[in-house]
């Protein structure tokens, strides 16, 4: 990106969409005879999520959850539905598609929420986990890789909004952080 050096990407575009394939095979093996709502959460879900229905070999549907993810920054705030889905999920199977698990606040309080509405079953797919930093107990389903503690950009990751472009995943540079 111009003028900012993040170095070597933590994952290359080629290993994110090798991985992203690989979770599409098993998804596609698991849902095989299901029909299956996968429920993207926005915005950081956005490139991931096109990427894992295009490597699926199953018919799907589609719909989205606009979601604060301000509760891992340590504040305390609740998370807070922008937009909910359109969808009605009783007796249905539901893929819940996030860019990252973090403290898994998030992903916890999206999951009760779908929860009772009665789906049939509910599982989650997270491209990214920093298992080390769990405040909750919760465990995806499907985790594409697992990373350290470390603040990463890009594929629809943000840091204040920024970055989510990138067609790779980086570790932040210290020197970006708290700049505006
Ligand atoms: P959690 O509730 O702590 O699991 O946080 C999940 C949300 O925090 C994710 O959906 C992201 O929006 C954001 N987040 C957590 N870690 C990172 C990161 O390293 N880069 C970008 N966003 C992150
Ligand atoms: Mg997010």
């Known amino acids: 990106m111009v003028g900012i050096d993040f170095?070597?990407?933590?994952?290359t575009?080629?290993?994110?969409?090798?991985?992203?394939?690989?979770?599409?095979?098993?998804?596609?093996?698991?849902?095989a005879d299901r029909d299956l709502l996968i429920v993207g959460v926005l915005k950081g879900a956005l490139f991931f999520m096109s990427d894992l229905l295009r490597a699926l070999r199953i018919s799907v549907r589609m719909d989205f959850m606009h979601c604060t993810s301000s509760a891992s920054?340590?504040?305390?705030?609740?998370v807070r539905i922008l937009s909910d889905i359109k969808e009605d999920i009783q007796g249905?199977?539901?893929l819940l598609v996030e860019d990252i698990m973090d403290s898994g606040v998030t992903i916890d309080f999206i999951k009760?929420?779908?929860v009772e509405r009665g789906p049939a079953s509910l599982k989650v797919c997270v491209?990214?986990?920093?298992?080390?930093?769990?405040?909750?107990?919760i465990e995806a389903d499907y985790a594409g890789f697992r990373i350290p503690?470390?603040?990463?950009?890009?594929?629809?990751l943000d840091y204040r909004e920024r970055y989510r472009n990138l067609p790779y995943i980086a570790v932040l540079p210290?020197?970006?952080?708290?700049q505006t």
């Open 7 to 11: 170095g070597k990407p933590l994952f």
């Open 13 to 31: 575009s080629e290993e994110i969409q090798r991985k992203v394939h690989e979770l599409g095979v098993r998804i596609s093996e698991d849902y």
């Open 73 to 78: 920054k340590g504040q305390g705030r609740p």
């Open 92 to 94: 249905k199977d539901i």
């Open 112 to 114: 009760q929420t779908l």
């Open 127 to 137: 491209l990214l986990d920093k298992v080390d930093r769990r405040q909750v107990e």
């Open 149 to 156: 503690n470390k603040y990463v950009v890009g594929y629809g």
């Open 174 to 178: 210290v020197e970006e952080k708290d």
